[in-house]
C-alpha cells in the first residue's frame, strides 16, 4: 500500500474510485514503461518516434463494486483500498486493458495477481543483475507416465526470478524416452542415464570453459520415482542444487517460504533376519500390507509425517531438512546389513530427485527400489542401483 494516499471519487462514473497521481507514477515506474500483459513500449510512439505515455493503469480487482472481476462481498470499502495498492494495478496498453476487462473469466483474479508480481519482480532482478546467481534451468519430463504434467521453461525461469537465480542460458527441457514394450527394464534405465548424462554433460563443459565455477543448476523433474531418483544420483555429486517443486496448481514458486520444517518421524526395523525395507511415504500413506506382497518376510523401516500429504514442499528449507534428517538413518540401516536395502516410497517429486543425490555422495550401498505400474497394482521390482560407476561416455573422454 502507498500509505496515506486517499483516492477520489472519480465524477464521471458514480461509484467508481480514481487512482491518485503519485500511485500512479509508481505503477510505471515498477512496471519499466511497458505493458505488463504484451510487453510493447508504452512511452513511445513507434508511427511518430515521439516521446508519448500512452498506457493506462488497470486494476486487478475493481475501481467499483460494479467492477470486473468484482465478487459478491466486493463493497465500496474493497474498492477503494484495491485503487490505492500498486499490488493491485497493473500497467497496461488499451488493447490488453480492454482484452483483460471484457473478458474476466479468461483473466481471472489469482491469474492477474500472479503475473503482476511475477512482471514486476523480472523488472526487480534485471535492474538489479549484480545481485543474482546464474544458474542453468533444467527440466526434466519423464517418458514413463502419458500425462499432461507440462512444466514450461518460463514457469522455471519465473520461479527462478523470485529466488534471484538467473538463467544463464536457454532453459533446457529434457524428455526422457518412454519405456519399451519390455517396461523399465535395465536397457532402459541404462539409456536413460546416457540420455541425462549426455545433456549433463554439455553444460557442464561450457560451464567449466567458461569460468570454472562448480555449475549452478535449478532443476524441476517430473517423472516416475525410480527415474528420478537415478538423476537425482547424476546430479548430486556434480553441481550445486537448487531443486523446484511444482504444486497442484502448477506453480513453481514456494507456497511458504517462512513455513517451518515438517515433523518427520522415524522407526527402525525390527530385529531379525528378513530383508529391510525402507518406507518413505511422506505424500502418501503406505500400508504394510502393500510392502510384504512384494517384498515377503520384510523387515520395515519407516520414515514418514504424522499427515503425509502432497503438498508437504513448502519451501527448499523442507528439502534440506529432509536430507538432514535422513541421513543418519540411512547410514545405520546400510551398516546394518550387507543386503540391499529396499525402497518403496510415496514422496513428491522434488524428494525423489534429493533422495538419489543422497545416494550419489555419501551412501554407497546397494539400493533395491520398486514402484507401481499405475496407481493401484502392487509394488514391483524396478531398478537396482549400486555405487554409481563411471559412465561409458566420460571413459572416453
Ligand atoms: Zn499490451
Redesign the pocket.
Known amino acids: 500500500m502507498a500509505g496515506g494516499q486517499k483516492p477520489k471519487r472519480n465524477n464521471e462514473q458514480a461509484g467508481r474510485f480514481s487512482t491518485p497521481e503519485p500511485v500512479r507514477r509508481l505503477v510505471w515506474v515498477r512496471a519499466a514503461g511497458h ?6 513500449d ?1 512511452t513511445r510512439d513507434f508511427r511518430t518516434g515521439k516521446t508519448f505515455n500512452w ?1 493506462e493503469v488497470a486494476h486487478v480487482l475493481p475501481a467499483s463494486p460494479q467492477g470486473p472481476r468484482a465478487s459478491a462481498g466486493y463493497d465500496e470499502g474493497a474498492a477503494e483500498r484495491h485503487t490505492v495498492d500498486p499490488d493491485n494495478l497493473m500497467l ?6 480492454a482484452r483483460t476487462d471484457l473478458d474476466a473469466d479468461g483473466y481471472p483474479t489469482h491469474d492477474l495477481s500472479r503475473h503482476h508480481r511475477d512482471h514486476i519482480d523480472q523488472i526487480r532482478h534485471a535492474a538489479s543483475r549484480g545481485e543474482t546467481q546464474r544458474a542453468s534451468g533444467l527440466v526434466i519430463l519423464g517418458g514413463h507416465f502419458a500425462t499432461e504434467n507440462i512444466v514450461r521453461a518460463r514457469d522455471l525461469a519465473d520461479a527462478m526470478l523470485s529466488e534471484s537465480l538467473w538463467a544463464d542460458e536457454d532453459i533446457q527441457i529434457l524428455r526422457l524416452r518412454a519405456p519399451g514394450l519390455d517396461g523399465r527394464d535395465e536397457v532402459y534405465w541404462r539409456a536413460i542415464e546416457q540420455d541425462i548424462d549426455k545433456s549433463l554433460q554439455d553444460r557442464l563443459t561450457k560451464r567449466t570453459n567458461a569460468l570454472g565455477d562448480p555449475l549452478n543448476l535449478a532443476v524441476v523433474g517430473l517423472a516416475d520415482i525410480p527415474t528420478l531418483i537415478r538423476v537425482g544420483r547424476q546430479l548430486g555429486d556434480r553441481s550445486n542444487r537448487f531443486l523446484f517443486s511444482r504444486d497442484r496448481s502448477g506453480t513453481l514458486r514456494w507456497i511458504d517460504p517462512a513455513a517451518p520444517a515438517p515433523e518427520w518421524t522415524y522407526v527402525g526395523p525390527p530385529p531379525g533376519d528378513g530383508p529391510i525395507a525402507l518406507v518413505l511415504a511422506l505424500s502418501a500413506a503406505l500400508a504394510d500390507a502393500a510392502i510384504l506382497d512384494a517384498l515377503p518376510g520384510a523387515r520395515i523401516a519407516r520414515f514418514t509425517l504424522p499427515t503425509p500429504e502432497y503438498g508437504l514442499i513448502r519451501n527448499r528449507a523442507t528439502i534440506d531438512s529432509f536430507r538432514r534428517a535422513l541421513q543418519p538413518h540411512l547410514s545405520q540401516l546400510e551398516a546394518s546389513t550387507p543386503d540391499p536395502l529396499h525402497l518403496f516410497a510415496a514422496i513428491p517429486a522434488a524428494i525423489a530427485l534429493e533422495f538419489g543425490a543422497l545416494l550419489s555422495t555419501n551412501h554407497a550401498h546397494q539400493y533395491v527400489i520398486y514402484d507401481r505400474e499405475g496407481g493401484s497394482n502392487p509394488f514391483a521390482k524396478m531398478m537396482e542401483l549400486g555405487p554409481r560407476q563411471p559412465s561409458p561416455t566420460a571413459i572416453e573422454q
Open positions: 505493458c505488463e500483459q504484451c510487453g510493447v508504452v498506457a497496461l496498453c488499451p488493447s490488453c486493458h
